[in-house]
């Protein structure tokens, strides 16, 4: 059933009370009824016109009274924040750890260096990049997304290893940086596992467990910096540090088993061969000791020799000289010589006993009594 106008609403209200109500009402808008964007668009233009230094109301049109009077003022005012707005945009800061690069519609124009840089916006971009600040990437420690298998490698005998290592790197040229490589992380990655994989398919298992990580090391960073320098990425590598080399979990127990029996095998042939180059320094040593006394005997037999020979040259020639004496003589050290150490007795034929004088003459009991 329609309402009638004295009702006062939806739920009623009294006829009497209709006029008082619509007076209270007075002004306000009925129900939820929004409210008129006409009025809304006019009102913020007046205001505007205001701040601009216009003229509002029927003062807020034109002389001709068909749109907004906009004076000198308001358009300098307008062409100042513009320009306001587009040396903001256009002047920017280099931190002394970044580098820019300016971008002319899209293309390479300079790189900026620290301080302030002025880039004309819109015609010329800027793209600053940080060049001192060291990047790392790690390679086997689980992987980055999901590939627990990048440190798994295969060894020049045939071996699998894990390696964990990681790359630091930093940029130099930042143009290079930002054009040449579409994921500059992503090909760093790929081309150090590549290097690290070739030069560990070059190498044996138990160097690259023990002694060659340096050398691994210096070789592969060596080997990735020319690979990005060919790609003119300006990327740098400042150093690559070797982490982990093992066997795999599967097989690392057994691993250390067949390892403690290697070191176990060397310690006892490095003790077999001290024992033979002791052994065989003491045979040589007696041995140059009977060369040595084989030839100081040959020499003092030659010499002996030679002594007795000279010797007996110069008897000769006395005995030639002399032949009578020289004979005598020669008997008599020959008898001294033979006779020298034999118990003598001396007997007499001629003498008796008759004549009171002993037959024989003890020599040696003589000179043991003279010697006393």
């Known amino acids: 059933m329609p ?51 216009g003229k509002t109301g029927g003062r807020g049109r034109g002389p001709s009274g068909d749109g907004p009077a906009i004076g000198k003022g308001a358009i300098a005012i307008g062409v100042l924040v513009v320009l306001v707005l587009w040396l903001v945009a256009s002047f920017y800061t280099v931190k002394p750890e970044e580098k820019s690069v300016e971008l002319m519609f899209g293309k390479y124009y300079a790189t900026g ?20 600040r060291e990047n790392t990437e790690d ?17 020049g005998d045939e071996n699998i290893v894990d390696i964990d290592f990681q790359v630091v790197w930093n940029i130099t040229d930042p143009a290079q940086y930002l054009f040449n490589l579409a994921d500059p992380r992503e090909t760093i990655r790929a081309v150090s596992e590549s290097a690290m994989r070739e030069v560990i398919g070059r190498s044996n298992l138990a160097p690259i467990l023990n002694r060659d990580r340096a050398a691994i090391s210096q070789e592969v960073g060596d080997l990735i910096q020319s690979t990005l320098d060919n790609y003119k990425s300006g990327v740098n590598i400042v150093r690559l540090n070797f982490d982990k080399a093992d066997p795999p979990a599967e097989v690392i127990d057994a691993f250390r088993d067949v390892q403690a029996a290697e070191q176990e095998r060397d310690t006892l042939e490095k003790q077999a061969d001290a024992y033979a180059n ?36 110069a008897v000769y020639k006395e005995y030639a000289k002399a032949k009578e004496v020289t004979r005598k003589r020669l008997y008599l050290e020959t008898m001294e010589r033979v006779l020298g150490n034999v118990n003598k007795i001396i007997l007499d034929e001629n003498v008796t006993g008759d004549q009171g004088v002993v037959p024989y003459l003890p020599l040696n009991d003589l000179n043991r009594g003279g010697s006393n």
């Not at 939806?10 to 009497?16: F, I, K, M, V």
């Not at 302030?116 to 990049?129: G, Y």
């Not at 689980?142 to 295969?154: E, H, I, K, P, T």
């Not at 040589?284 to 084989?294: D, I, P, S, Y």
């Open 3 to 53: 309402y009638s106008n004295n009702s006062g609403g939806p739920w009623g209200g009294g006829g009497n009370n209709g006029g008082d109500d619509n007076d209270r009402n007075k002004g306000q808008r009925p129900g939820n009824q929004p409210p008129d964007l006409d009025d809304l668009v006019r009102k913020g233009q007046e205001k505007l016109q205001v701040l601009m230094g």
């Open 113 to 132: 260096e620290p301080g302030l840089n002025f880039a004309p916006w819109p015609v010329v971009t800027k793209a600053i990049v940080p060049v001192t």
């Open 139 to 155: 390679i086997g420690v689980g992987g980055r997304g999901g590939q627990f298998d990048q440190g798994l490698m295969l060894t």
């Open 278 to 313: 002791q052994t065989l320094a003491a045979a040589r040593g007696q041995a140059a000791q009977l060369l040595q006394k084989a030839e100081g005997y040959r020499a003092q037999v030659i010499n002996q020799a030679t002594g007795e020979a000279s010797r007996f040259l």
